[in-house]
């Protein structure tokens, strides 16, 4: 091979290698890395993210990352249900800007939702449910306009529901029952549809200090008002009673007092 045959291989080999660079999207790298930084991984279930894939996460629709799948060499989904992980959901996970759904269910993870959640605007799924997350649910999710599952079920999440959840055109699925939340539920996610609640009951129940419709109105509650009608009655009887007994007395005094006086008159009136 001569000297200008070498000299085209080469070319094409570092036109290749840059051409493969340019499909690796560098916001997806940042990504995951975040991602892995944050949680740990005591059923090694991700043991296959060395940091020499996670330089080039996607090659088509296929990731040699556990967890990862891929759509025209971007992350289009992650999920790890099950997984066993812990930590903390990264704010980082806003790079996937192409993420169309997070599965990250049914581990030990803890902290809060990243308000950073809300760049992911083709953001379809979100499943954060049975997990031990804290702290209160961002309205800042509002801005993913695509969203249509939001499950945050059995969390120790508190605070108020954002009622801006309520304003997404897409959501078919919400689930944030079993949590630490209060406050009234946004009547924008109850409003009926054809005599029926957007939300029923399951998807808000488990909140104790949560009410609104469509929650039935608590046992105990009921009970209370019982109570305070009974108290009430029985006061006003018992005052009734007490006043007709002071008035009986009253009498009774007031009568012996003025036969007393009648007979001290009799005794000093002459007799004719």
Same mark, same amino acid.
Not at 9 to 13: E, G, K, P, R, S
């Given at each position: 091979m001569g000297k200008p045959d070498k000299l085209l +291989? =080469?070319? +094409?080999?570092c036109f290749c290698f840059d051409l493969h660079n340019a499909s690796v999207d560098p &916001?997806?790298?940042a990504c995951l890395s975040g991602v892995m930084n944050s949680i740990q991984d005591p059923a090694q279930k991700l043991r296959q993210w060395t940091k020499q894939k996670l330089q080039s996460p996607c090659n088509g629709t296929f990731s040699e =990352? &556990?967890?990862v799948t891929c759509n025209n060499e971007r992350v289009y989904k992650l999920s790890f249900a099950g997984f066993g992980l812990t930590g903390s959901i990264s704010p980082f996970i806003s790079n996937c800007t192409n993420l169309q759904s997070l599965?990250? !269910?049914a581990n030990f993870l803890s902290g809060v939702i990243p308000t950073e959640a809300q760049f992911l605007v083709n953001l379809a799924v979100l499943n954060l449910s049975v997990n031990q997350l804290s702290g209160s649910i961002p309205p800042q %999710?509002?801005?993913c306009a695509y969203l249509n599952v939001i499950d945050l079920h059995n969390n120790k999440l508190s605070g108020l529901i954002p009622p801006q959840l309520g304003l997404l055109a897409r959501l078919s699925t919400f689930d944030v029952s079993h949590n630490d939340l209060q406050g009234m539920i946004?009547?924008?996610l109850v409003n009926r549809t054809v005599n029926l609640p957007r939300f029923n009951a399951s998807s808000f129940v488990g909140n104790k200090k949560l009410y609104g419709y469509p929650l039935p109105l608590p046992k105990n509650r009921g009970l209370s008002v019982l109570a305070i009608v009974?108290?009430? %009655?029985? !006061?006003g009887l018992l005052s009734l009673v007490v006043s007709f007994t002071a008035v009986c007395i009253w009498l009774r005094v007031t009568e012996q007092g003025m036969a007393a006086e009648e007979g001290k008159i009799t005794q000093l009136m002459p007799e004719y």
């Open positions: +291989v =080469l070319w +094409v080999f &916001e997806d790298i =990352l &556990e967890g599965d990250l !269910s %999710l509002a801005a946004p009547t924008t009974g108290i009430g %009655l029985g !006061s």
